[in-house]
């Protein structure tokens, strides 16, 4: 059976759990084209001609979805993955972060984007973003954020109703044959 890779694959997940990863993969792999959600942040903070810093990002990041809603990050990247399958690419959404954000994208996209948790035990996830070089983050720190982000962003309902789901607990290599499992899946 040969692998079709659906159009737009959504990635979700609690950080830590290598979301980036997967991303990675399915790009260099797959030949998917990325969009980035934290991007939309990024070029909003050089837009206000703010230093890019974690905190600036955060402002305003939350200033963004109080006065365009939860889903701003989804709006304002639509055109881009509209653009890309246009020409005939296939998209993977790294950074969907809210229930908003899920039922925006599956209403302008009609139905042609797929989601993929993954998941990784909380153990695990604190040790990795402790050692990332980028936004480090101490145990205390991921557990206000996953709390933040679950109860503020309904970032739960995305990963629990995703229709593809990977535990990623162990090496690289055991990811990428996750990854290529599910792809054959749900092909």
Not at 124 to 138: D, G
Not at 171 to 177: A, I, K
């Amino acid at each position: 059976m040969s692998l079709t890779p659906p159009p737009i694959l959504a990635v979700v997940g609690l950080a830590g759990t290598g979301k980036s990863r997967v991303t990675e993969q399915l790009v260099s792999k797959y030949g998917y084209t990325p969009v980035y959600f934290g991007g939309v942040v990024i070029d909003e903070v050089k837009r206000r001609e703010l230093p890019v810093s974690p905190e600036n990002e955060r402002i305003v990041r939350e200033d963004l979805r109080a006065k365009e809603g939860m889903a701003v990050m989804a709006k304002r990247s639509i055109p881009h993955v509209i653009s890309i399958r246009q020409t005939g690419g296939i998209v993977v959404i790294d950074g969907l972060y809210s229930a908003a954000e899920r039922t925006l994208l599956e209403e302008s996209l009609g139905g042609s984007m797929v989601t993929l948790a993954v998941h990784s035990s909380r153990r695990i996830r604190k040790y990795r973003v402790a050692q990332r070089p980028i936004r480090p983050l101490t145990a205390d720190e991921l557990d206000r954020r996953d709390e933040f982000e679950v109860t503020m962003l309904d970032k739960a309902i995305p990963i629990a109703l995703a229709d593809l789901h990977i535990i990623n607990n162990g090496t690289l290599p055991e990811l990428h044959r996750q990854i290529d499992d599910v792809l054959r899946e749900f092909s």
